[in-house]
């Protein structure tokens, strides 16, 4: 045991130091109904990209083998990379339960109200129905009790309004990030928030983590994973305690090693499996751990890394690194991003340009035009259908994200597109990747929308033209005439009158169209009606009150 852990603390301290250097079809679209918000991935043919991408030059790659095998030198360790895994279709349904009022402030107006958010995912395939009855069962466990506390919640808030005609905020809302879905593993995170006048925050409150065998819904425990738990806790001490020279890929400073060392021992940490890492909750956030530097310690059981689908993401770790073997050789690939910082000694934590490594090589990046204002960023390798591309997010001042993406061939990497969506949620399928952006509708709104990445040639395609919008409340200034819409199918049933102080909820909008969704609301959400009308800023100023616009 000590000399294993002598080895591997070598390795790791080695492993940090020279981290840059080598070792010698058809996109979805979700379907939106009205009725019970839900949205549903279904296949029709391939759509054209999106406005919001550029052209390019670049040629297309042919299709990557479906039966690609990498099998790293058995000699120091057993990691395998293949690609034989079938992808899990994945259902999202988001939902949102609401109701509100407009509060006179002492010179603006703002809606005060409670509010119920999640978003579920479901594996659509009938080929893993136990799967299916434990991610059921997990969710009853979950939401049982955020359903209760919106209904007390609510409760209070009418019972208060009707009393006193004031009522304080609550929101119940629970996401789920999913970091692998395959024949294998579907791996994801509960994110729940609750708040409320008189809830208690430690008896029904944080994170979740559930890892599932895909075969038969078992929960994959900790200690199925790392089989040796001290040489794992010493490799990742020495991990952690690397700082890149530019931290722009996740800070760890909020990050208690020791504690979390001593979580691992016990079994109690939280954790997701991805194709090529753990990741750890710490400091609220999950971090990334890279498994194949331990190869050759055993102490992690491999068979759960390496095997992917045909199509898939990897993310950079918080060292701005990527271990994978991108030309299918058979000898893993080192990628590394680094920050050159800004020759402007006036503004501390700027950015003149990004490096990228491959192998110790410097690879020419261009065009390289850098917003110098980088306060976060993420990476990713994204392996998709007609070629290997690099996703390159940068968030900079006001949360505004510039993505640039690169296709790899060869060993030479060459621009294809810059997009500015801010991504989500991790990318793991570049088939559906997850956005959210703040823009202005009915005051500034937080709109979800999906981007593909198959059949795109490297320019992320919308999947469609509906930006989805939850728990954005505003009220009726006045009594509103307004287009009424079938709630099932979408369809105009003809002008209705929404009377004055009426609060409403943005359900989505209509890029196409430039039209905006909208659901009243009432204490009996039976009596709720959909509505659509242009997105036309001055008459929504004069019509609606209780808006916030960013800015």
Not at 6 to 23: D, G, P, Q
Not at 405 to 425: L, M
Request: net charge negative; hydrophobic share 35%; proline share 4%.
């Amino acid at each position: 045991m000590k000399k294993q852990i002598a080895a591997l603390l070598t390795f790791a301290m080695v492993l940090t130091l020279a981290s840059c250097s080598k070792n010698d079809k058809k996109t979805k679209s979700p379907r939106f109904s009205l009725a019970n918000l839900e949205i549903t991935e279904t296949t029709p043919e391939t759509s054209e990209s999106s406005e919001t991408t550029i052209e390019t030059t670049t040629e297309p790659t042919s299709e990557t083998s479906e039966t690609a095998v990498t099998t790293i030198d058995p000699t120091v360790g057993s990691f395998t990379i293949d690609h034989s895994l079938e992808k899990l279709d994945m259902e999202n349904t988001p939902f949102s339960t609401c109701y509100g009022y407009c509060k006179q402030l002492e010179d603006f107006e703002l809606m005060f109200f409670v509010q119920e958010y999640g978003d579920l995912y479901f594996a659509k395939s009938e080929e893993f129905p136990e799967l299916d009855l434990s991610v059921f069962e997990i969710y009853d466990s979950i939401f049982t009790p955020l359903d209760e506390a919106y209904e007390r919640e609510f409760n209070r808030f009418i019972e208060d309004l009707h009393s006193t005609g004031d009522a304080d905020p609550s929101i119940c809302t629970s996401e789920i990030e999913v970091y692998r879905a395959d024949s294998q593993i579907y791996s994801f995170v509960i994110d729940e928030y609750i708040t409320g006048k008189d809830y208690n925050p430690e008896n029904h409150y944080g994170y979740y983590a559930y890892n599932l065998r895909s075969s038969d819904g078992s929960l994959i425990e900790l200690s199925d994973v790392i089989i040796d738990t001290e040489a794992f806790c010493t490799f990742l001490s020495v991990y952690l305690a690397y700082t890149p020279q530019n931290p722009v890929f996740g800070k760890t400073e909020d990050i208690n090693i020791d504690e979390l060392t001593e979580e691992i021992r016990s079994g109690k940490a939280l954790f997701a499996l991805s194709y090529d890492s753990i990741y750890f909750f710490q400091g609220s956030r999950f971090f990334k751990v890279p498994v194949y530097p331990l190869t050759f310690s055993e102490c992690i059981d491999m068979t759960y890394f390496g095997s992917t689908p045909e199509y898939y993401a990897l993310k950079f770790d918080y060292t701005g690194a990527l271990d994978w073997d991108i030309d299918n050789d058979g000898i893993m690939d080192s990628l590394c991003l680094s920050y050159v910082p800004s020759s402007d000694e006036g503004y501390e934590g700027t950015f003149e340009k990004i490096l990228l490594y491959l192998n110790g090589t410097e690879l020419t990046i261009t065009p390289n035009d850098l917003d110098p204002y980088v306060f976060d960023a993420s990476a990713y390798l994204i392996q998709a259908d007609d070629g290997l591309y690099l996703l390159i997010s940068n968030i900079g001042m006001d949360s505004y994200t510039t993505d640039y993406i690169y296709r790899i061939e060869n060993n030479q990497v060459t621009y294809v597109t810059e997009v500015n969506a801010s991504i989500d949620k991790i990318i793991y399928d570049p088939e559906y990747i997850e956005c959210r952006d703040y823009y202005d509708l009915i005051g500034s709104t937080s709109l979800h929308y999906y981007f593909t990445m198959l059949g795109t040639q490297g320019k992320p395609a919308l999947i469609d033209n509906f930006f989805y919008s939850y728990g954005y409340l505003a009220a009726t200034s006045k009594d509103l005439q307004a287009d009424k819409v079938d709630a099932e199918t979408g369809e105009s049933i003809g002008l209705a009158t929404i009377p004055a102080n009426t609060p409403i909820e943005t359900v989505f909008y209509d890029s196409d169209a430039d039209v905006i969704y909208f659901q009243t609301l009432h204490e009996n959400s039976s009596e709720n009606e959909f509505f659509v009308i242009p997105n036309d800023h001055d008459m929504i100023v004069e019509n609606f009150k209780g808006m916030v616009f960013a800015g």
